[in-house]
């Protein structure tokens, strides 16, 4: 009895064997070592052989497959040596030449090539030496020890760009990057408490084949000053804003909300203007903005805010047409402040109506999207109510054409189950994503989708191995159903 049951578990354990190898067939294309009646697919290479980097030297490649996981393989592979061939199989594939720390190759590190049958064409790679320059920033006006940093951008691609993009940061007077032969945009981060002078926090520079001239960053440290704007009549925890301005120098400008009654700036002396953020339900009671000067002292404002009369609310309707019955959509509103957050609110159905009750004002809307329609007429815009309702607003779906994608096997038993999945290759190659996997017991598999282009796999069966046609691919389907698949399975030996 013990051993009828280990004979048992023995067979068991190769059954789940079998199925587990049958699996790494279908997703490597069907790489196995061939059996009695077996059509097997022979892996396919591509080579990458680079010139200028000293002997011994670790460089690294990485190529995906350009698709959605359905076929190819996705790996990053090192050596020492001047060359890299890596197994692949049939389909389009992205290639990225990682950096070589102190080289940069000369030409493209990024690219493409196509697999069809036999190896890829193979692919050259010259590095070269990183001949780079000391660029030196050198700040003026803030107080000893003070930390500041400074940001370059390049306009270089590739490997050049992770040379090229920089950022260097000190506590003392000077900062010194290393950077390459090309043409720079820098910024430098705004310190607390002090001011760019003479548009010194940004600029533009040169390296050609030599260290540019130092460029001066020049920094003013005043006394400030507080001035503080205080408001009443908003309800406790209402956001308020402020913004304040000045043509400088130094050049000023400042926004700051708050949910409690003040909002305090910290200026140097000089003539500012400000604007008081509109607050919704409530009016200013004198001028939305205005001016200040701040000489050597605080200053104090005030901002009188009076509630609105509350008037009635409207019903504002949103009709759709094209939707099937029953089908849920939503509408979002929103009224917006001058500064600050917004107020909205989503109303939905099933039905044909979306209705929301809004009070005078100005608000815009967004109709959401449904997948498999598309909205063309009444998607978005604004309303006004003053005193009544508006006219309903229309709101047109129509429906986006599916085709139908066709999977047919031969070779299984009647009613054994199989499955295929059906994946959109990328972002934004078609109308909406595409994730699908269906499991059938019948001859043919279909899936509904929209233009597009996809990548499907089969998966494996226990006990077969498929004999004809592709287990993994791509197609395009555009405007039509594509040519049907046909999946051949045979008996695994």
């Not at 050049?160 to 910024?187: K, Q, W």
């Not at 050597?296 to 009076?306: I, K």
């Amino acid at each position: 009895m013990n051993a009828f049951s280990s004979l048992l578990r023995w067979a068991g354990a190769l059954t789940v064997l079998a199925a587990v190898a049958s699996l790494l067939v279908s997703s490597l294309g069907g790489v196995a070592s061939a059996g009695a009646g077996a059509s097997v697919a022979t892996p396919y290479s591509v080579t990458f052989s680079e010139t200028g980097l000293p002997t011994g030297t670790n460089w690294s490649v990485h190529v995906a497959f350009v698709g959605c996981g359905c076929d190819g393989v996705r790996r990053t592979v090192a050596s020492t040596t001047p060359s890299i061939t890596i197994p692949i199989t049939n389909g389009t594939y992205n290639y990225n030449v990682l950096a070589v720390p102190g080289y940069f190759v000369n030409g493209s590190a990024r690219g493409a090539f196509n697999v069809s049958g036999a190896n890829a064409t193979p692919i050259a790679v010259a590095f070269d030496p990183l001949v780079t320059y000391g660029v030196q920033f050198r700040e003026s006006g803030l107080p000893n020890g003070t930390g500041w940093s400074v940001q370059v951008r390049g306009n270089a691609t590739g490997q050049e760009r992770i040379a090229e993009d920089r950022t260097g940061s000190s506590n003392v007077t000077t900062i010194e990057l290393p950077l390459p032969n090309g043409t720079y945009h820098y910024t430098v981060d705004s310190v607390a408490g002090s001011f760019f002078l003479n548009g010194s926090g940004k600029g533009r520079f040169t390296v050609l084949g030599a260290s540019p001239a130092t460029i001066p960053v020049e920094f003013e440290t005043p006394p400030l000053f507080a001035v503080t704007f205080t408001e009443t009549g908003l309800p406790a925890g209402t956001n308020w804003s402020v913004r304040v301005n000045s043509p400088g120098p130094p050049r000023i400008h400042f926004t700051h909300s708050s949910t409690t009654t003040s909002v305090v700036f910290e200026v140097p002396s000089g003539t500012y203007s400000f604007v008081i953020g509109e607050v919704l339900g409530f009016r200013l009671n004198g001028s939305v903005g205005g001016t200040f000067v701040v000489t050597n002292s605080s200053l104090a404002e005030s901002v009188v805010y009076v509630a609105l009369a509350q008037g009635a609310f409207y019903p504002v309707a949103f009709e759709e047409n094209g939707l099937p019955n029953g089908t849920p959509w939503a509408v979002t509103i929103a009224a917006t402040h001058t500064f600050g957050p917004s107020r909205k609110e989503t109303q939905s159905s099933n039905g044909t109506t979306v209705v929301a009750l809004l009070q005078n004002g100005t608000y815009r809307f967004t109709v959401h999207s449904i997948r498999g329609y598309a909205l063309t007429a009444g998607g978005s815009g604004t309303i006004t109510i003053a005193g009544s309702s508006p006219s309903v607003r229309v709101v047109n779906f129509t429906a986006i054409p599916t085709y139908t994608i066709t999977v047919n096997e031969s070779g299984l038993p009647n009613g054994t189950n199989w499955s295929v999945l059906v994946r959109s290759q990328s972002a934004g190659s078609t109308l909406w994503p595409v994730r699908e996997t269906e499991v059938g017991n019948a001859t043919e598999i279909t899936f509904q989708v929209p233009n597009g282009t996809y990548c499907y796999r089969v998966y494996a069966v226990p006990g077969y191995t498929i004999s004809s046609g592709s287990a993994t691919g791509s197609l395009t389907v555009a405007g039509a159903s594509p040519a049907e698949i046909e999946i051949g399975f045979s008996p695994r030996a």
